[in-house]
């Protein structure tokens, strides 16, 4: 089988020009079928801010509310996914950006919460792998935006995480995937602030027990879950670690590496 | 040959949702291949005005700085283009949204003129053919949004009828292509304010005696030139009419038919 890395990365890499264009430059190396998710920045924030459009976060997600669908919609789908465009077809890479919308890649259904109502925020239902396997097989390498829609004619607003891991797990029969979370630190950390306390590796044993001693902080939990849920539906390979680093994370020479046993 | 329909809907349709929900519905019937290029409507100016990024109009022409570039992205190639596309997806009709930079579909250059410099605004120079034939033949329906790229990694602002020109002429030697303008009248009118005195056909001589008379306005102009421009180039028929009336204007039953002769 063929190999196809999914590469997510986050809002710090997207907020930070020097950062993106490092880790475009990366992606633009990579022999073979690649997928690159970008997350959302605080570009969003701050255009709801300058449009008077109040944020809600409630444990640390947002609210999307109509307005907010509006803008994480220009800004996520639109700004971000157009510019990382341009610059990866002016880095010779043949990359087409898209929404879960488009070509109905990621059809998702409106998050429902007996306590919270998030709004306008989807839950991943299905991938369209045919029209990846098409799209990837006519050399194109994928930009996907994290919106999705419902089918119904309405957008919302998607995990970035959740949809790379959907992505990863839906193609998982037809490629060998290898399944990338590239942000701003060296990988998981003993010591947040300590670069030079990177796990090197985690495997079932080991996260149980790191989760026991309370050293994987609360932004980490949901990544490494989402990686093992990855692993269990045929993923090769989990590595989260520094986003320009692209190169040596696909090597396996830094980050974390997070596997079964 | 198999027909081809490209139509572009303008600014009045896409800022009108009961009206972009009749054109889109006719849109959806329609048998065959068909692209969508949207222009970009009021959304972007009102933006603009929210954000305070002034908007300099040089004979008609919006003047595209770097922030107004970022708006128009934004509104153009997200906003308007996803939800075009959600809404078709719940249709049933298999729409892709793509901007110009997405798999190079539209290659262009900043316009340089001596006089005024209208920043970042696209003249089209190629029409990556060989990718909307792909995407045609895999029954996806393509909505094109007007944001361009130059290969260096620059977006550009773009004019929509353009656009739809480029991809009608571009593509007329696959297909028997047949370039509709939907818009707000039922076509070119010989009395602006009176839409019983549609002229059903022009033909270049009765062009030419139109523009001697004055009875076509400048609005209109540049869409008839283009048009001539894409059955010089070998488009089967043009016809500009009534956004709402897709499926008539397709049958040819309503709106004005430019030909040759």
């Known amino acids: 089988m063929q190999s196809l890395y999914v590469i997510k990365i986050g809002g710090n890499i997207v907020d930070n020009q020097a950062l993106l264009t490092d880790c475009l430059t990366a992606f633009s190396k990579?022999?073979?079928q690649a997928i690159l998710v970008h997350g959302g920045g605080k570009l969003a924030t701050s255009l709801a801010t300058k449009l008077g459009v109040e944020?809600?976060?409630?444990?640390g997600r947002r609210i999307t509310d109509a307005e907010t669908l509006k803008i994480v919609t220009m800004v996520y789908a639109g700004y971000i996914n157009k510019n990382i465009v341009a610059q990866l077809q002016s880095l010779n890479v043949n990359a087409m950006g898209l929404s879960g919308?488009?070509?109905n890649l990621i059809k998702a259904h409106k998050r429902t919460n007996a306590n919270i109502d998030y709004g306008f925020v989807g839950d991943v239902d299905t991938i369209n792998v045919e029209l990846v396997q098409k799209l990837l097989s006519s050399n194109i390498k994928l930009v996907v935006a994290p919106i999705t829609h419902d089918g119904n004619g309405q957008l919302l607003n998607t995990n970035a995480d959740t949809i790379a891991q959907g992505i990863?797990?839906?193609l998982a029969a037809q490629y060998n995937v290898h399944l990338i979370y590239g942000f701003e630190k060296e990988g998981v950390l003993l010591d947040v602030n300590d670069p030079s306390s990177l796990i090197k590796h985690i495997n079932r044993p080991s996260y149980q027990k790191l989760k026991e001693d309370k050293v994987i902080f609360e932004g980490m939990l949901p990544k490494i879950d989402n990686a093992y849920l990855a692993l269990d539906n045929g993923v090769k390979s989990v590595i989260i670690g520094r986003a320009e680093k692209m190169?040596?994370?696909i090597n396996g020479t830094t980050g974390t590496t997070i596997t079964q046993s």
């Open 101 to 103: 919308a488009d070509a």
């Open 247 to 249: 190169n040596e994370l």
């Open 168 to 170: 990863a797990t839906g």
């Open 30 to 32: 990579i022999e073979g």
């Open 55 to 59: 944020q809600t976060m409630v444990e």
